[in-house]
């Protein structure tokens, strides 16, 4: 009679607990992608806008190309314009910095201090704007992690602007 259905109604709430986990579970794994999920809209807005940027440059209609050499054949490539004063740079032929080093670009300037114009990340184009028309050269050092203010090294690779329109 009543006893055993008292039994079967105290087993219920032992698989409440267990179903509210798994579904607490369940929310969190969905967060964690939607974090993952959001990661890469970021990253991929973040491309979007390099590419429009790189666009930018590629269609001026001054756009010119240079590129640089080491002496162990690293090679440093840039796509410049002056009237969007604006430059994609490229670096060919390295290996990754040591850890905890960053490879830094530098727009050098008559007169003036070596101007930060972003870090390489791996492979990756730079995309720099706001170049001083009167600007000689762009030059890559190898400095610590997160840049630094000015150059503490000796530039790897530099190139000379003239070629592309500016420092004339």
């Known amino acids: 009679g009543p006893p055993p ?18 579904a607490a579970a369940a929310l969190v794994v969905a967060s964690l992608f939607a974090v993952q999920a ?8 973040a491309e979007r ?17 240079g590129s640089g050499r080491d002496a162990d054949g690293g ?5 410049a314009s002056a009237s969007t004063a604006s430059a994609v740079v490229t670096l060919g032929g ?10 830094q670009l530098w727009l ?5 201090p070596p101007r930060s114009l972003g870090l390489f990340e791996g492979d990756t184009p730079l995309v720099a704007s706001d170049l001083e028309t009167s600007a000689t ?12 203010p000015q150059p503490t090294a000796q530039p790897i ?4 602007l003239k070629t592309v329109g500016f420092g004339e």
């Not at 105290?10 to 509210?20: D, E, N, Q």
């Not at 090679?75 to 796509?79: A, C, E, M, N, S």
């Not at 690779?157 to 000379?160: D, E, G, S």
């Open 38 to 45: 959001n990661r890469t809209q970021d990253e991929l807005a």
């Open 49 to 65: 806008d390099r590419s429009r940027e790189i666009a930018h440059v590629l269609s001026a209609p001054d756009a010119r190309v």
């Open 157 to 160: 690779v530099q190139l000379a």
């Open 108 to 112: 050098m300037r008559p007169g003036a």
């Open 137 to 148: 050269s762009l030059a890559v050092t190898v400095e610590p992690d997160g840049g630094s």
């Open 5 to 22: 259905r008292d039994r079967g109604r105290r087993r219920v709430p032992l698989f409440v607990p267990f179903a509210t986990a798994t």
């Open 94 to 103: 390295y290996d990754d910095p040591p850890n905890g080093r960053v490879r």
């Open 75 to 79: 090679t440093i490539g840039v796509i």
